[in-house]
């Protein structure tokens, strides 16, 4: 019988060699990754990994707490535009304007948590809607972070993670990789860890009954603030990332489409899971990057562009992926409800169970 007599043994990483050696196996694929695949598809990773993060804070949210958020965008705007101006005005090394800038978003996610403990469903929803447009207003309206030209992002140094000042720029795609990635893989696992404390338990009370769990002593006020400031700490550290991944920023960068893009990525990759959250993050963002250059693929790229020029609009073509990842959406919400983590379910009890 599988059973947990410890509490250590529940937070351990991996309870076999067989999966040990697969994990060291994938370290060390992710490690040698960007020096043998061009620099393309390097940034894709990077974008994947950005997003991955983004992924699982919203879980932690909408899956593990049962709370919903349209206003994300709003988050991750904050965590890109202080994480610069952190850089650039006050002269702080990366690192730590990445944490103060995560760290703002986290407040503003506290903030936002506090119409959680009334409003509910769609009403909850229209709340960080607007909260998540408002941001884009301000940033665009106030000369200090860029109008609406945007700022651009200086590169990070080497010696400037940690100090104000270094002399080798982190300016290639492959450079940024051991950046990025290390910080998601970090982010990943204190996320999985926590929903194995008493705050993640918390949380999933929450999520199955809020009324249960504020009988049996959990504290809705604390642990529902606590849940949205979590979330878009996470959405922040992606945030800061994602400008200097990018290199420019302007508020455009961050409208309701993403906020709903966001959400897709839980959704399709499985609520309530860090694994759904890992997969919903890297396939969508693989279908999006692909998806817009649909007109470039064989055959297909032609009968979308002929039926684009017939029957749609002339910026029809370019929204095909909003078209394709709105389908996507609903397919796996009517057949497979768990997302992807669902279909990687049945796929592992398919085999342990074959022939039979």
């Known amino acids: 019988m ?3 007599r410890d509490y250590y043994e529940d937070i351990q990483l991996l309870d076999s060699k067989a999966l040990w050696f697969w994990f060291l196996m994938l370290i060390a694929s992710l490690i040698i990754l960007p020096f043998l695949v061009p620099s393309y598809y390097v940034y894709i990773a990077n974008y994947m990994a950005i997003n991955v993060i983004v992924a699982v804070g919203l879980n932690i949210l909408v899956g593990y707490t049962g709370q919903i958020s349209l206003g994300h965008a709003g988050f991750f705007a904050i965590g890109s535009y202080f994480t610069v101006l952190s850089v650039t005005n006050l002269h702080l090394p990366f690192l730590l304007a990445l944490l103060l800038a995560a760290i703002i978003a986290a407040f503003f996610g506290f903030l936002l948590g506090l119409p959680a403990l009334r409003l509910k469903g769609p009403y909850l929803a229209i709340a960080t809607l607007a909260f998540g447009m408002a941001i884009t207003q301000v940033i665009g309206r106030w000369q200090i972070f860029g109008g609406r030209m945007g700022l651009e992002v200086p590169s990070p140094t080497l010696q400037g993670l940690l100090f104000s000042d270094g002399a080798y720029l982190l300016e290639s795609d492959r450079e940024l990789y051991f950046l990025i990635l290390p910080i998601a893989f970090v982010l990943t696992m204190a996320a999985r860890n926590l929903m194995k404390t008493k ?16 009988t049996m002593g959990v504290n809705l006020v604390y642990y529902k603030t606590l849940a949205f400031a979590i979330s878009a700490f996470y959405t922040g550290i992606a945030g800061g990332l994602y ?12 409208s309701f489409v993403l906020s709903i893009y966001f959400l897709a990525f839980v959704i399709v990759g499985g609520l309530g899971s860090i694994f759904g959250s890992i997969m919903g993050g890297v396939v969508m963002t693989w279908l999006i990057l692909r998806l817009d250059k649909v007109q470039e693929l064989p055959y297909l790229g032609s009968i979308l562009s002929a039926f684009s020029d017939r029957w749609m609009s ?16 609903i397919l796996i919400v009517v057949f497979e409800p768990l997302g992807l ?16």
């Open 2 to 4: 599988d059973m947990r």
């Open 314 to 329: 002339v910026i029809g073509l370019p929204n095909i992926s909003s078209i394709v990842l709105g389908l996507i959406i």
């Open 199 to 214: 705050v993640g338990r918390a949380f999933i009370a929450i999520r199955d009954s809020d009324i249960a769990a504020e």
């Open 243 to 254: 400008a200097i991944l990018i290199g420019f920023i302007n508020p455009s960068s961050f």
């Open 341 to 356: 983590y669902g279909f990687w379910i049945r796929t592992k009890i398919y085999w342990k169970t074959w022939p039979f």
